[in-house]
């Protein structure tokens, strides 16, 4: 069963590390220690969580999509280069770059400091993990 520290587990779910004790508390959260070591949240209990917290959460766009990926940002970079254009978006700690054309970027106003949503639908999608613990 995979532990995380309580740091890890705020990061992973965009909080400080008191809201993640917090949690553990009030039992959102399932922590254990063994003897003497840090106290560690359960991977398991950390993922139910999460996806708990996901669905309470308002969707973020007013558009229907079949895509299920949505990243809420702000652009922090437009580069126009020809018939193309990349545009960064900083959703939370995820740093997403597009590709599209110059045209569609004008179209859309992208400018830095706009709010933008990244839509992601992947046929292929890579999956890593770290070692385990």
């Not at 959460?57 to 020809?82: C, K, W, Y």
Request: net charge negative; proline share 4%; hydrophobic share 45%.
């Amino acid at each position: 069963m995979t532990q995380l520290r309580i740091s890890e587990a705020a990061a992973l779910l965009g909080v400080s590390d008191d809201t993640v004790r917090r949690l553990i508390e009030r039992g959102e959260l399932t922590a254990s220690t063994d003897g003497d070591g840090p106290q560690t949240v359960d991977g398991v209990s950390l993922a139910t969580f999460a996806v708990e917290r996901a669905k309470a959460a308002p969707d973020p766009s007013p558009v229907l999509s079949s895509a299920r990926n949505h990243f809420v940002g702000i652009v922090t970079r437009v580069q126009l280069d020809g018939v193309m254009a990349q545009i960064d978006i900083q959703a939370g700690p995820h740093r997403i770059v597009s590709l599209i054309s110059a045209e569609g970027a004008r179209e859309l106003g992208l400018e830095v400091g706009k709010l933008a949503t990244a839509v992601v639908k992947a046929t292929n999608v890579s999956v890593e993990t770290m070692e385990e613990r």
